[in-house]
């Protein structure tokens, strides 16, 4: 039975799960985060889906970089942009993510990220199915575009960064 090592499930939500990735731009900044953190050899990602108001992803940390500092990465990283774009695009929006915090003035995600490892192929599968099902359980979508879903189905690769 094949064991898999630093392979994580992980869900990152927005702040008070607000619509923030309703528009394609903040997805886009989401996905050219993930092909930076692939790029760089940091993770490798096997499944994601990138919802209104949280993203699933199925990511493999790779050595030596650590799960709790990629993830740090991506977050803080997709947060300063969020923040510019707000601020020139939407400023009556980006009040709304205030917070002036002693390290922050604008939280874009909710803290405490969900990590589960997966360690068999058969968490594995299940997992990729949630990713996938999320577009059509929430929107009736079986074809949606900001999710790894089209790949799995024909293996043709949409998304440069997956596996």
Excluded: C
Excluded at 28 to 37: A, C, G, K
Aim: aromatic fraction near 18%.
């Amino acid at each position: 039975m094949k064991r898999y090592i630093d392979l994580y499930f992980t869900t990152s939500t927005i702040l008070d799960w607000r619509p923030l990735l309703i528009e394609d731009a903040y997805k886009d900044i989401v996905i050219d985060t993930f092909r930076f953190l692939v790029a760089e050899k940091r993770v490798t990602i096997w499944a994601f889906v990138i919802m209104d108001d949280h993203i699933h992803l199925v990511w493999q940390i790779s050595e030596p970089f650590q799960l709790d500092k990629v993830q740090h990465s991506l977050l803080t990283y997709t947060a300063n942009k969020f923040r510019k774009r707000l601020k020139s695009e939407h400023p009556h929006l980006l009040d709304s993510f205030y917070v002036n915090k002693k390290d922050r003035q604008y939280q874009f995600w909710q803290r405490g990220s969900y990590n589960f490892e997966i360690y068999y192929e058969k968490t594995l599968q299940q997992k990729i199915r949630y990713i996938h099902l999320n577009p059509l359980r929430k929107w009736g979508l079986m074809d949606y575009k900001y999710s790894s879903i089209h790949y799995y189905d024909t293996g043709e690769k949409d998304w440069d960064f997956l596996l």
